[in-house]
């Protein structure tokens, strides 16, 4: 521990901090803008400079360790004047038409100008050239927003491992983007959105659908039904001053019917549909490996998410035969509901509207790949990230604390607390495990609260293992075998143990991948900014919204029963292989 | 800095295929070593006379670093050059030095008698311009280097005179 003083206040702090960090530690707020928890600080944006008695300049906070004996100043007059000089140059480049900004009341530098009470700008100069790249169906870039923290550079290239996003160029010139300022649709971007979910401005966001959304509401030709994603559930409320973990699946349920949804259902349907199919698929491998000898593609990987099935296509396609080939839950959505609840209702496919409520900005993409069109039509027409839903619940002038708890629609509303899981980092992996094990043993998966502690929580690769006994006869090749099992979020990580799978340092038998830190609860369409004490309250009000459930086993759900009764027959049939099922194809990693 | 790196006469009109091949080679002692990027720019660069989207991207994955990464290496330096340039490289230094010592007017003096602009190349492929920022010889500005030569105190009347001899050895060598 090093002693040191801050603001005249004796501090201790631990070897290796940074002066931010010992000022964090003790409550001292100073303001920054380029810093990311648990990265390498870059020190660009100057923020969060402070005084340090002795030295000759003012010191980045964020960079500089603290040392024994440092006597530092963070609210000095020296130290005010910088930080507001700092901020009106940033202001002075920046394109600041704050009013009509995707960011406005939502932005960090709007933000911090308005603590350092900033009135004027005594700056004027140029400003970068407004060049939008809307190339992708995810992500929109707007250059003159941009104040080149570069936290989305670091986001992509250390927590993603797909380094799409660089500064490009010199000095007043620099452009963070892709290689030689190339579009976004010109490299291999998995759009997972985690650049536009640290962005501290408008520089990068989603590209809205709220528009069209509000078009097909207005059509009275069409039947327009949403689903919505777990992880909203638990973050929402924070688009409306709530903490980060406040659970408003209720509210929700009601502000989606006010805005005039024909029917409000739960993407936690087909969560549970999926690990009915991605089960089956899963024990229909092993069988095959165990049992009759096959070469099957083992370890098999989750395929929900769609940044996940980008990355694999552009970077590991030697992997695409080991990805399940269930669709992701939201897919499956579409397809059931213009099929199956379409001819339920008597409304024609092309008739229907479906939109989906995601934490992720990679689903706008998914959702107009070609193959999603099993019902005949485009099975998911729009996505609105819980960011735009909740700029759409304002807009509307829906008082949202206030609204009472409503209840989703049957029979695509019903879902069990297995689903609610698949949000979670470990979550699919601990849904599919209540399923498995009791299909295959006959007994409740024996553990605390049905939770599968070892593959929870925010370690970027977690492993487990469960040793299967007391098959019931059908699955008696089984009995007594190790099934190996691994959970990793967060693309460097995948990139870690896809390479530890190919050195043949690792094996599994099956491993969920989620794209995201933390998974869906921090996605890239989430509310700003997530850092991992919001992943963590997101993560335990999505535990709780599971605990709170009675049903809390995906084949347990009635109302997929009935939907393979009356509909599509049995897990893998045909008709669920041709709705419910896709193929990946390689990509070129231009 | 890697030995006669700047030196662009060395090979010309290699196929994309033959840059390729020779890379390799060229950079295999670079690839391990810390901060070995930029050496192996100027390496392949000094052998190709610029650096094309192939011979970037096999840079790129032989140090293991994103092609945005090399990308905003060579888009930071205006040295690199990602399209083919002319045998002679003329690079006027506006430097501090030079740019107070009329290297504005020298510079302006190139583009007219060339007749092409700053990162443009002559269509006989004899020349290219580039603007260079401080060769570190202050005290002789304004100063501008034709390929390795440093030509100091270059007044912009005598542009052409300077230009001449090039483009006339040129012709000699050839003939």
């Known amino acids: ?590 | 800095m890697a030995e006669n790196a700047t030196c662009c006469v060395c090979s010309e009109g290699l196929t994309e295929q033959e840059m390729l091949s020779q890379l390799d080679e060229l950079i295999e002692e670079y690839v391990d070593k810390p901060g070995g990027l930029i050496p192996a720019l100027q390496i392949a660069q000094g052998r190709f006379g610029y650096l094309s989207e192939g011979v970037l991207k096999k840079i790129s994955a032989a140090f293991d670093k994103p092609y945005s990464e090399v990308a905003g290496v060579v888009s930071f330096y205006s040295f690199f050059s990602t399209v083919p340039r002319g045998k002679y490289v003329v690079r006027a230094c506006l430097g501090t030095a030079c740019y107070v010592r009329g290297g504005k007017e020298v510079l302006s003096a190139l583009k007219k008698q060339l007749g092409i602009d700053v990162g443009e190349t002559t269509e006989d492929r004899l020349f290219s311009l580039d603007v260079g920022r401080c060769f570190g010889a202050c005290g002789l500005a304004p100063v501008i280097m034709v390929n390795d030569d440093v030509h100091q105190r270059v007044k912009p009347s005598k542009v052409g005179e300077l230009l001449k001899a090039y483009a006339s050895a040129e012709k000699g060598g050839t003939q």
């Not at chain 1, 936290?151 to 010199?170: D, E, K, M, N, Y």
């Not at chain 1, 909203?232 to 409320?237: S, Y």
């Not at chain 1, 509901?337 to 706008?364: N, R, W």
């Not at chain 1, 043993?441 to 299967?468: D, Q, W, Y």
């Open chain 1, 1 to 590: 521990m090093y002693k040191l003083t801050i603001n005249g206040k004796a501090i201790e702090s631990p070897d290796g901090a940074t002066i931010l960090e010992a000022a964090r530690r003790v409550g001292i707020r100073i303001p920054t803008l380029c810093f990311l928890e648990k990265r390498e600080p870059v020190g660009a944006c100057r923020v969060c400079l402070v005084e340090v008695a002795g030295a000759r300049t003012l010191m980045a906070a964020c960079s500089t360790p603290a040392a024994n004996g440092m006597d530092i100043k963070t609210n000095s007059p020296r130290v005010r004047a910088a930080r507001r000089q700092v901020v009106e140059l940033l202001l002075s480049e920046h394109d600041g038409n704050c009013q009509i900004c995707d960011r406005n009341q939502d932005c960090e530098l709007q933000e911090l100008a308005s603590e350092l009470g900033i009135r004027e700008i005594a700056y004027e100069g140029e400003k970068a050239k407004a060049r939008i790249d809307d190339s992708t169906p995810a992500l929109v870039r707007d250059n003159s927003k941009c104040i080149k923290c570069r936290r989305c550079v670091t986001v992509c290239s250390q927590v993603q491992g797909v380094g799409a996003l660089h500064p490009q160029g010199r000095g007043f010139d620099t452009v963070i983007g892709p290689a030689f300022t190339l579009d976004l649709d010109g490299v291999a971007c998995v759009q997972c959105g985690q650049c536009a979910a640290v962005c501290p401005v408008g520089a990068i966001s989603e590209k809205s659908h709220v528009e069209a959304v509000w078009k097909a509401l207005e059509d009275p030709t069409k039947t327009v039904v949403v689903q919505t994603a777990p992880a909203i559930r638990a973050a929402l409320g924070e688009c409306f001053g709530c903490e980060p973990g406040t659970r408003v699946t209720g509210k929700m349920t009601s502000a989606l019917r006010t805005l005039g949804f024909n029917g409000v259902f739960d993407t936690n349907f087909t969560a549970d549909l999926t690990i009915m199919e991605e089960g089956t698929e899963l024990l229909t491998r092993l069988k095959k490996a165990l049992v009759d000898g096959e070469k099957v593609p083992l370890p098999m990987f989750t395929s929900c998410s769609p940044g996940w099935i980008n990355f694999a296509e552009y970077y590991y396609p030697e992997f695409l035969p080991n990805l399940s080939t269930c669709k992701s839950p939201q897919q499956m959505f579409g397809a059931v509901a213009k099929t199956y609840y379409a001819q339920k209702i008597g409304v024609k496919p092309e008739d229907m509207i479906v939109v989906s409520i995601m934490p992720c900005t990679a689903k706008k993409f998914e959702c107009q790949r070609e193959e999603m069109n099993d019902s005949g039509v485009r099975d998911v027409d729009y996505v609105l990230t819980t960011r735009e839903l909740g700029r759409m619940i304002k807009e509307a002038g829906i008082d949202f604390m206030s609204l009472e708890d409503g209840k989703m629609d049957a029979p695509l509303g019903l879902g069990s607390g297995a689903a609610d899981i698949f949000a979670n980092t470990g979550g699919v992996m601990e849904a599919a495990l209540r399923t498995a094990y009791e299909i295959v043993t006959g007994r409740t998966l024996p553990m605390e609260n049905l939770h599968v502690k070892p593959v929870a929580g925010l370690e970027g690769i977690k492993e487990a293992s469960v040793v299967i006994t007391g098959t019931v006869p059908a699955w008696s090749f089984l009995e007594g075998v190790e099934v190996k099992l691994a959970v990793v979020h967060g693309l460097a990580n995948v990139r870690r143990l896809l390479e530890s799978i190919k050195l043949g340092e690792k094996s599994y038998h099956f491993v969920e991948v989620m794209t995201c830190p933390g998974g869906c609860i921090g996605g890239g369409g989430q509310p700003r900014l997530t850092d991992d004490s919001v992943r963590v309250k997101r993560i335990a009000a999505i535990y709780a919204e599971d605990e709170g459930k009675a049903l809390r086993k995906s084949h347990k759900n009635e109302a997929v029963q009935q939907l393979y009764k009356e509909f599509l027959g049995a897990p893998l049939g045909e008709k669920s292989h041709h709705l419910l099922h896709t193929k990946y194809k390689s990509k070129p990693a231009l």
